[in-house]
């Protein structure tokens, strides 16, 4: 009899200055043959020279495979999100009595 394969949990810790998070208001999607990298950064679009200054913030490494799992996760989250968001902006209307 083949045995059910076992649920496991993540049991993830950080420190409270890693759960603080960066912010960052542009990304930069690269690749290689082995990995796909994404680099976060912090830009000040407000500026209207030629060079928009900037700070990179974070980047990640990551497996094509993590990357298929991270895009589903993006899509399943946006979906939720612009869901939640066109329900919240529904035209309210009189009760009828």
Known sequence: MEEAPR???????????IMA?????FANVSHSDYEFTITFARVDHEIE?????GVVVSRVNMSPRFVRE?????????????????????????EQS
Do not use: F, Q
């Open 7 to 17: 649920e496991r949990h993540l049991n993830i810790h950080t420190s409270p200055e």
């Open 21 to 25: 998070g960066h912010y960052a208001n």
């Open 49 to 53: 020279a030629e060079e928009v200054p």
């Open 70 to 94: 991270l895009i589903d996760a993006l899509e399943d989250n946006w979906s939720k999100w612009v869901t939640r968001e066109g329900i919240k902006n529904l035209p309210e209307t009189p």
